[in-house]
């Protein structure tokens, strides 16, 4: 068994979704302390939660907003029970090499398989 399947990380990572984009149903929208290494604390953020897993994603602004857009809906509360494609892309951000998460509206034969985006 690998570590991660062990101890899975806390946050769902962009260099995972850059490999293997997810569909991911909304469940809702909290508040919690993410550890930020830059600044040596923990810092208060709004966290996406998915259905089916424990792991949260960490909602930055580019994040909330490309949700927003994906869905078409201002109001984090009625996110809840729609459902997104979470991927990532690369990107060098201050000389590193980083996969900053996004998501997107489901394709016609994504919301056919899944069930559309209710």
Do not use: H
């Not at 290494?37 to 939660?49: A, F, H, I, T, W």
């Not at 996110?79 to 016609?108: D, H, N, Q, Y």
């Amino acid at each position: 068994m690998k570590l991660v399947e062990m101890y899975p990380p806390k946050y769902l990572r962009g260099k995972e979704l850059f490999e293997t984009p997810r569909i991911a149903m909304i469940t809702g929208v909290e508040k919690g302390e993410v550890w930020l290494p830059q600044r040596k604390r923990n810092v208060e953020r709004y966290l996406l939660c998915i259905k089916g897993t424990e792991q949260k994603v960490i909602l930055s602004r580019e994040v909330a907003s490309s949700v927003q857009q994906a869905l078409g809906l201002d109001d984090t509360a009625d996110w809840i029970g729609k459902m997104v494609v979470l991927f990532s892309t690369r990107a060098i951000i201050a000389g590193k090499e980083k996969f900053p998460v996004r998501a997107r509206a489901l394709t016609k034969e994504e919301q056919e398989k899944f069930g559309g985006t209710d």
